[in-house]
């Protein structure tokens, strides 16, 4: 996939722009559980990206079973966990709000992970 690389460290680029560390939970014993995606110009779309593409995996896990445990227990097992990480220490880790998204089921555009992912050169998907 465009824009996306195997990883081993920081999610962040420089200071300037931001990657987002998609975290394959199904895989997180293997080398290849976590890539980056990226640059994003900004730290709120990198949070933008991380935040919907986590809440994505966690309907992913909801069609199963809606009952909240059940969410969850898909989720740690199979879901798509995502973090940003910046300058000076600065962290959004989208498994923080998994509480909410397992409480709260997200609407389409929630969802929409793919439109915010940037292309090729550079800028985001206008998901048309």
């Not at 909801?62 to 097992?77: K, N």
């Not at 300058?87 to 555009?109: H, I, M, Q």
């Amino acid at each position: 996939m465009a824009n996306e690389t195997s990883i081993a460290g920081s999610a962040s680029v420089n200071p300037t722009t931001y990657r987002v560390l998609v975290i394959d939970n199904y895989h997180v014993p293997d080398d290849d559980a976590a890539h980056s995606v990226g640059p994003f110009p900004t730290w709120e779309q990198a949070v933008e990206y991380a935040r919907r593409r986590t809440w994505d995996s966690v309907e992913e896990c909801r069609e199963a079973d809606p009952h909240p445990d059940s969410v969850r227990s898909q989720f740690y097992m199979f879901g798509e966990s995502c973090s940003v990480h910046g300058d000076g220490g600065k962290r959004y880790s989208a498994r923080d709000e998994l509480d909410y998204f397992v409480a709260n089921p997200a609407t389409k555009e929630q969802r929409s992970w793919v439109q915010l992912q940037p292309r090729a050169d550079g800028d985001a998907a206008t998901g048309r």
